[in-house]
Each structure stands twice: as C-alpha cells, then as structure tokens.
C-alpha cells in the first residue's frame, strides 16, 4: 500500500479513536440548540454586521498559524482574492461553530424529506469542518484581538453550505467534494508537522493548500455575486447551466491538479519516510545501546559494592622486587596453571609468611595472561576485622559475580532475568541464588581463575558455605579453577581433602631466599649508618629466625631502627619468638608510654576494633581527638593530630591513610585476632587497660560518642567528621549495654535536662537533608525542638526501660506538625497518624532540604506509613526535591518493589500516563519497574490520554515499545499520530 494511502487510513482509525468526543458532542446538542435559538437573532445581527476592523487586518488573522504550509498558501491565495471576497472572508468569522452549522442545517429540515437529505450530509460536513478547524489551530493574534474570530476559513465554508442547502440535490454534490477533501485535510495536517525539516515536502503541501483554497473560492461564487450579495434562486436548470455547471468544471481542474500533488506527496513522503524510518531505528539503538550500559552499570552497583582493589593494590605496594618466583616455578602450581580441567590449589602456611603477597602475585599473573587468552580472573581478599561476617559467604560470591560481568561485553540475558526477577520482588539473593548465578556465568567464558586469599580470616560458621562454593564450582565439567590462601585450619584441611584438592604448604625453605632479599634491602636502607660488618649480622639473624614470616622480619626491623647501635648486638639476643610473643612485647612497650600517649593508644584501638561500622581514616582521626576538642573549647588552639603520631603511639599496627575515604586496618589479621582473644594470651597485667570486654567497648564508645556530639568546637570537614557516626549509633552502642554505668548517666542527665536544644541537632546530623549547609545540617521537617518523648521513640531508646522511665514524661502526648516528617522516616505510625488528625496539617509540607513527609517514609522503606500519607491525602506528584524529584519518582528511583506496590495499587491516585508524563528523559528502567509491579499500562489520564500516547509525544522511543510489548493498545491519536514517532508505530 502506498504510504499516503496508509496514512489516509491512520486518518480514519482515527475518526474512530475520537468517537467519545464525538458523542460527548452531539450529547450536548439539545441544550446547545436551545441556546443557539434562544440568541438566534442576535447572532444573524452580528453576522450581518461584522466588528469593524480595516480589511488588510485578515491577513494576519493566521499569520502564526502552527501549519506553516498552510499559512504560506494562505498569504498566496490572499493576494489574489478580489477586495469584496476579502470583506467576505472576514465578516463570516463570528458563526464559525460546527454545532451552530448543524443548528442552521437542522432550522430547514422542514419536512421528513428534508430532515432526511440534511441528516444524510450533516456529520460528513461537520467531519470537514473539523479538518478544517484543526488548520486554523494557533491562530493567535486574530483570536485575541477579536475574540468573535476563530477560524475564517471555516467562516466561508459556512457561508457556502448556507447557500448550498437550499438546492438539495447540489448540497448533496457539494458535501461530496467537501468528504473528498476532509479524507485528505487530516493526513496533510500530519505531513505539515514534518515538513518544517523537509523543504520539497513542505513546497508540495503549500500546492495542496493553495488548491483546497481555491475550491472554497470558487464554491462561494455559485452561490454570491460579485458584490457579495446572494444570487437569486431562478429555475434549477439555470442555476445547471449559468452556477453550477462552471464551477464542476472548475472543480474537476483542482481536483485533478489535488491529486496529481497528492500523488508526488506520496512519492516525496515514501522518501522521507524510509530515511525517518532509518532515523528512527539509529536512534532506537543508540538509545538502546545507552540503555543497556545503564542498566549494566545499575546491576554492577546492586550485586555488589565492594572492591577487593584497594587491598590488592595495597599487597601490591608491599611486594618487594625479584621475590616470590619460587611459586611460578613449583610443580604443583605449573601443574595446576596448566590444567584444561577444573582443579583447585590451596596454598596454606602460618600466619606473616606472605600468603597475601603471593595471592596478589598470582592475581596479576593471571590478569595478564587474560590479556592474551579468553578467560576472567576473580579474586577477594577476606579480612577478619569485617563488621558484616554474616553476609561474607553472600558477599564474596557476589563480588566474583560482577567481576565475571565487567569481563562481558553485554550482560547475558540470565543475569538481567536474575535482576529482575530480584528487584521486582524487593527480595536480595540468597546465598544459594548466587552460586547458581555464578555457575551460569562461567558458561559465557572459556575459563576462570579464581584467587581467595585469606579465608582463615573468616569464622568458622561462615567460612563453611565459602567451602562448599568452591567445592560446588570445581565439579568435574565446570571451567573453574581456584587459588586459596590461608592457614591450616582442620575444617579446610577435611573438606579439601575429601574433594582431592590439591595442597601447596609454603615452608620456611620457600620463602628463606625472597626474607633474605627483604631483610637486605630494608638494613641497607633504614640501617645505613651502622656498620658493614653489623648490618651483615642483623640480615644473617633476622633471617634465620623469621621462621619464613616476613610480618615477623617487619616488626623487629622497626624496632632495631630505634636502637642505638651500641646496643643492637644485645636486642638480637633477645628477639622475641613468633608474633604472639612480638604483640606481647609491643603492648609492653605501649604500656610504658606517657599517659597522655597511652591514652591515645587505648583509644585508637578501641575505634579500630570496636565499632558497628569500619571508619575511615578521616573519621578515625577525628575521634581520637576529642581531647584536643575540648580543650578548644577551654580557649586553647591544639594542633590535631597526624597520621604518623597515630603510628607511633600504636607502633605501627595500624594503617591510616593520608587518603581520607580509606579505611582503617590493622597491619595484620593476626593484630586483631590477638586483641580480640586476649585472653588466651599470656597478656600481662599492665598491658590489660588495652582489651576491653565487649559490655567495656560499648560503654566506652556510648561515652566518647556523646561527648563527641555535646562538645562545642568546630567540626571536623564532613567526610571526615565523627560527627554522623556518633549522632547514628551512639543508640545502638547503649542497646548493646546490660548495666549503664554512671558517666554515662550523667552525659545523658546532661543531655535531656541541661542541653535539651541539643537532640534536634542529633537527629540532624543522624538524617541530614543535605550536606551543602554543613556543619548546620537541616533536620527533616525543620523542627525548632524536640521534647524527649518523641527524641526517644525516633531512636529506638524508648526500649531501655531505664532510659524511659528516667526521661520520659507520660502526661505528653502532643505531637506539633513539624514532627511529621522525622515520624514518617522513623515508622512511628501512631504518631504519624496522631499529626495528621490535627487541623490544619499540611501533609505535602516541604521542608529546607526538598522533601515532603511521603519523600521520608519512602527513603526509610515505611510501607505502613506510605499508606497512611496517602489515604490522608500526600501527592504522589508533587515534584518538590531537586534532587529526587517527586515522591514516585524517589520510590523508582531507589527500585523497592514494596513500596513502588504502596503506590500502584491505588488506581485511584495513581496514574502510569502521568508518571511518563513527568519523565524529563526517556527512562524505560523506571517504567519497567513500575510495570513490573502492577501499572496499569492502559489507564487514561484525566485528559484521556494513554501512557503510549503520552510517551509517543513526548518521543520517548524506548518507553513506547516498552509499552506496546506489555500490552498497550496501540490507538494512535490525533495528538501523537503526527510524530515522526506515531507513524512508525
């Protein structure tokens, strides 16, 4: 079928689509036609009588008409025009409603004959004038300077039908050719929207305007004089012969030049379309390609947030030239590397000996070798100091996961159905969901290498399922190898061996030359004023009695460079044996420090081990320098503290970066271990103030936080502030208390009886709005205060009875408006609920950091709370945050399909066209997620428009398809089926 033929044809399905206006139309004709006869006359005045205006003034009637080929041939057929027919196309604007012509057609229906021919013909007139009327839309200027003037075009054509009616049979002909044209006037009007871009196009509508002019021109004539009056109705023949016969003549010409454009229109358009078409489908797979990049890039941040890089580029730093070829050049390795079947190699040793070294050795061996051959390498380095232990087994698999997909140019259809599928059900994958996922994407690699180092470092509960993955994933078939590090530990030993994996044991022998290389290079740098001979000495026993632990060498190393040298010869005689006797020896060491430097040293290790979260190395400077804060206070200017006075006072068992996002580690795993089970070490007495017991930590950090959010100093930058941590958890570290002590008592006394102004700023910095007016954090909602009751239920310390009945005050009950927002965020639905009963309450409230109490609740995951702002009236809409935007688009935004459900399931409120309407992008992702869980994608918007129909004129190709693949209905309508997008579809 030719392409204007098909678009002639959308045309039609058009005049379908718009029944309902149509009947919404004539439903009102009744009380319209009484109105039009109530103020009959008047009107006939008025048409008689035109508002006075100079006639040169039409012309710019339609001068801003939106059809710019339609106005071009409006300009061109107005000069052409004789003075009298210019008048004439001015004075007949003020009757130009299609309702007010069927008003004229039905006043002659004088007889069922007559009813029956002006019926016949009236909606294809009115189907006409309707076409017509969609010309003249954007007629601005003529509109507002005379508000009677609407459409002068349709003026005329009513003008001749006045006419023509009084002579049936030449109505009848007459309303055929008008039928003719109203076929072809909406397909032109969908043409002109493309013909702004397409010159030869725009030049060919230009003719079909000019000829559908032209017709109106003529057909005036059979029924007006020259001087505008109407000709007398003499006999039908001479009405045949003198009117009517010419201007058939002269119709068959315009038609025929009509279709003879019509006929390059088709030829032109099919051009335009083919390159539109190709147009379009580069766009589609640029955005196509650009969606799938995104969504890559959201999977790789959902399966995992964690990067064993920066402790593989640390084991890098550490690794000292020309050592470690003794593992590339072992038999069992070379055997292992080479393997075409799945086998792993559990390399064990004791704790120092440079497991982790050689784990990074053969990481980048392997990395650089999958440069050249196609196969992945994922690697994770387990660290015992990790808060999560829980979630480790889940978390390591995860990780393996999204490097095996970084290695993927395109992410396999099974990995986006798993993303889905999780993401729609708000559920996070289980430990067996993963290795499942896993096992399926080494089937899109010829090989992977996997490197684990440190999985002694793991507890034993949790250590067991990391195991079994291993196991499961080394099967006979699977294209799976694995480098494992650790420490001898029986359950490793037992189910490796069950599984015939093979062992590598790094001897003391292994590693003698690679220590002897180490010890060298560090004497001759760190110890080079001391004498030849001695130096050679201190090589030669350090090497010897490492035992092939380099942390060991390390160690004594740091501490004969100390010594003076007169006294070396006698520190070497009493090298302590192993690292359990070194940490002896240097909390000893702590322990005769200053009391000041002492002190320090406590605290450091107490926020290096102890927190509910790891710190970074910002945050962990600036909580150990509370002293120096408070002495701030006091009038005295303190120089913070540095990093290198940190690893002095803790003699170097702690790393800090100068990086501040860097967390905090010790040297070693084996540090922690030894300063978490300090009591089955022989720990001597003075050195006990250095581990205390978990109820002791608690305490300790419960204290040290609050005094951290009561002093009054300047805080510290806001990466680098203790500040939120303290404001976070300082509730969690007192749950965690089965006795509060006293200090702490009294720092809580101090708190809600003396410094009450104080808990707002807790909850501030505890759910900052916004960092940008930092350190004067926004609470949510903007509440002046906060009494203690409610300060109390937000964190949860309404649960310590001692707390409770010490602060609490049963008499109030009174909850102001601007503690909505806080009880939205926190689940306190009775309060919540409380608020919102007052008078006057301003649920959609938006406070200094863009958000409204729904925005809250939705971030916090509060499904009973959504409910409840939504039943009581919150906009869903309302678009208040600059940089979440509206709440919908906040719940999208973070993908938790229970609260997205809070949202879909009220087909009250809730609206997929209004949700698209409010996209400043094209984002299928977001549609998706609500599509997957439950839009309607069918569901019109209060302006009857479906979500296809608005993402269509909006040209969001992507959500479009996106659409019609779930179901859309895919009726264009007069609004979209102009686009370029709307002829496609």
Request: with cysteine; glycine share 4%.
């Amino acid at each position: 079928m030719p392409f204007f033929k098909k678009l002639r044809a959308k045309a039609g399905n058009f005049k379908a689509s718009s029944k309902r206006e149509y009947k919404t139309l004539h439903s009102n004709h009744d009380a319209l036609l009484t109105q039009d006869a109530t103020v009959s006359d008047s009107s006939c005045s008025k048409s008689s009588n035109p508002p006075s205006f100079d006639p040169s003034e039409t012309k710019w009637i339609v001068v801003r008409s939106t059809n710019a080929a339609f106005q071009e041939a409006w300009d061109m057929h107005w000069q052409e025009l004789t003075e009298e027919e210019r008048i004439a196309w001015s004075r007949d604007r003020a009757e130009i409603s299609p309702l007010k012509v069927q008003k004229t057609v039905e006043s002659l229906d004088k007889s069922h004959k007559e009813r029956a021919i002006t019926r016949q013909w009236a909606d294809k007139t009115l189907r006409f004038l309707r076409a017509v009327e969609t010309l003249m839309a954007g007629a601005a200027i003529g509109i507002q300077q005379y508000p009677d003037v609407s459409s002068i075009v349709v003026g005329v054509i009513r003008v001749i039908i006045n006419a023509a009616v009084r002579y049936f049979e030449y109505y009848e002909k007459l309303t055929v050719m008008l039928e003719r044209l109203s076929n072809d006037l909406e397909v032109f009007d969908l043409y002109s929207k493309r013909s702004r871009c397409e010159p030869l196009l725009h030049k060919t509508l230009v003719a079909v305007y000019g000829d559908i002019l032209a017709f109106c021109r003529h057909a005036r004539r059979v029924f007006v004089n020259d001087q505008g009056k109407e000709k007398s109705q003499g006999a039908l023949l001479v009405f045949l012969k003198v009117q009517w016969a010419p201007f058939e003549e002269q119709f068959g010409r315009i038609k025929s030049d009509l279709e003879y454009h019509i006929r390059n229109l088709d030829k032109i358009t099919s051009a335009i379309t083919l390159t539109s078409t190709l147009d379009i489908q580069e766009e589609m797979n640029r955005r196509r390609s650009l969606e799938r990049k995104n969504e890559r890039g959201n999977f790789l941040r959902w399966i995992s947030e964690e990067d064993s890089e920066e402790i593989h580029v640390e084991a890098r730093r550490k690794r000292h030239a020309d050592t470690g070829a003794w593992l590339f050049s072992n038999d069992k390795f070379e055997k292992w590397l080479s393997a075409d079947n799945s086998n792993h190699l559990w390399c064990f040793g004791r704790a120092g000996i440079g497991k982790s070294i050689l784990a990074s050795m053969v990481i980048d061996h392997l990395v650089e070798l999958s440069t050249q051959q196609n196969f992945a390498v994922v690697f994770a380095y387990l660290k015992g100091e990790d808060t999560d232990m829980q979630r480790l087994p889940a978390r390591v698999v995860s990780m393996f996961i999204k490097q095996l997909c970084r290695k993927m140019p395109a992410l396999p259809d099974e990995v986006l159905d798993f993303y889905h599928k999780f993401t729609r059900d708000a559920r996070q994958p289980l430990f067996e969901d993963l290795t499942s996922l896993f096992v399926q994407c080494t089937r899109h690699l010829k090989k992977v290498f996997m490197v684990l180092d440190g999985l002694d470092e793991c507890p034993e509960e949790y250590r067991r399922p990391i195991l079994e993955f291993i196991c499961t994933v080394g099967t006979p078939g699977m294209n799976m190898q694995a480098f494992v590090t650790s420490r001898w530990e029986r359950d490793i030993y037992h189910i490796f061996s069950q599984q015939s994996v093979a062992r590598l044991e790094i001897q003391p022998a292994h590693v003698e030359e690679d220590i002897s290389k180490v010890v060298r290079h560090k004497v001759e740098t760190d110890l080079w004023k001391i004498s030849p001979d001695l130096q050679q000495e201190v090589i030669h026993t350090l090497t010897k009695k490492s035992g092939g632990m380099f942390l060991w060498v390390d160690l004594q190393l740091k501490d004969l460079h100390q010594v003076p040298e007169a006294d070396i010869k006698r520190q070497l005689a009493m090298l302590p044996t192993g690292l359990q006797a070194t940490y002896v020896r240097v909390f000893q060491k702590m322990s005769m420090l200053p009391k000041t430097s002492r002190s320090l040293a406590q605290k450091c290790f107490l926020w290096a081990f102890h927190t509910k979260k790891l710190l970074n190395s910002g945050q962990f400077l600036d909580a150990v320098s509370l002293e120096n804060k408070i002495q701030y206070c006091a009038g005295d200017q303190l120089p913070e503290y540095s990093i290198q006075d940190i690893k002095e006072v803790t003699f170097n068992l702690l790393q800090i970066y100068a990086f501040g996002l860097l967390r905090v580690r010790p040297i070693h795993f084996s540090v922690q271990e030894f300063f978490m089970n300090f009591k089955s070490a022989n720990i001597p007495q003075e050195c006990r103030d250095f581990f205390p017991t978990q109820e002791e930590a608690n305490a300790q950090l419960a204290i040290l936080c609050l005094q951290h959010l009561l002093v009054e100093a300047p805080p510290a930058e806001p990466l680098d502030s203790i500040l939120f941590y303290c404001a976070s958890f300082f509730d969690s570290h007192i749950r965690s208390l089965t006795t509060i002590p006293q200090t702490l008592m009294d720092l809580l006394d101090r708190l809600f009886r003396k410094e009450a102004h104080q808990l707002v700023r807790i909850l501030a910095l505890r759910w900052p709005t916004s960092h940008h007016k930092y350190p004067d954090v926004d609470c949510p909602g903007n509440p002046r205060s906060v009494d203690p009751n409610f300060f109390l239920r937000c964190t949860k310390l309404d649960t310590v009875p001692q707390i409770w009945s010490r602060y609490s005050d049963p008499e109030s009950h009174q909850y102001p408006q601007d503690y909505l927002h806080l009880a939205a965020l926190t689940g306190l639905e009775d309060i919540v609920r409380v608020i919102i009963s007052q008078d006057n309450v301003d649920i959609n409230r938006v406070d200094a950091g863009g958000f409204t109490a729904l925005h809250g609740a939705i971030e916090m995951g509060e499904c009973g709370v959504i409910r409840l702002l939504l039943d009581s009236g919150a906009d869903w809409y309302l678009d208040s945050s600059q940089e979440y935007g509206s709440p919908i688009q906040l719940a999208v935004m973070r993908g938790n399909p229970k609260v997205i459900n809070c949202f879909v399931e009220r087909k009250d409120i809730f609206n997929l066209a209004v949700f698209i309407r409010s996209m400043d992008k094209d984002n299928p992702k977001a549609v998706t997620t609500l599509l997957d869980c439950g839009a309607d994608v069918n569901q019109l918007d209060e302006t009857g428009h479906s979500p296809l129909e608005v993402a269509i004129e909006a040209g969001f190709v992507e959500t479009a398809q996106l659409l019609i693949s779930h179901g859309a209905k895919a009726n264009i309508s007069k609004a979209s089926e102009g686009t370029t997008l709307g002829t496609a579809i």
